[in-house]
């Protein structure tokens, strides 16, 4: 099991930047990709970027050139750095994590999700 713990949200103005943390605790030596996605009133969840265990990240074009997501694997901990915020931004921010567990010659991938941690961004 994974455990996932987000902390960085808030309320900023629009043009300002918040840095995002989700800590991972329990079998986190077979994470292999963590990221965030995010889901606001009314909308589906989707992703906002993530990192794989050899570095390899993936943005949404709406944040591309904005977020840059990043991870310290000793630390089992990713970040999300957001700058230039705007208002469609505000959303709930939840950290992801996919552990991959090779068992007899095949792969079995798990997902795991934090409880979310709320970005607002006001104009």
């Known amino acids: 099991q994974v455990q996932l713990v987000e902390s960085g949200g808030g309320l900023v103005q629009a043009g300002g930047s918040l840095r995002l943390s989700c800590a991972a605790s329990?079998?986190?030596?077979?994470?292999?990709?963590m990221g965030w996605y995010r889901q606001a009133p009314g909308k589906m969840r989707d992703l906002v970027a993530d990192?794989?265990?050899?570095?390899?990240?993936n943005y949404a074009d709406s944040v591309k050139g904005r977020f840059t997501i990043s991870r310290d694997n000793a630390k089992n901990t990713a970040y999300l750095q957001m700058n230039s915020l705007k208002p469609e931004d505000t959303a709930v921010y939840y950290c992801?994590?996919?552990?991959?567990?090779?068992?007899?010659?095949?792969?079995?991938?798990?997902?795991?999700w934090g409880q979310g941690t709320q970005v607002t961004v006001s104009s």
């Open positions: 992801y994590a996919m552990r991959t567990i090779y068992r007899g010659g095949r792969s079995y991938e798990y997902d795991y």
């Open positions: 329990g079998s986190t030596s077979t994470i292999t990709t």
């Open positions: 990192i794989n265990s050899g570095g390899s990240t």
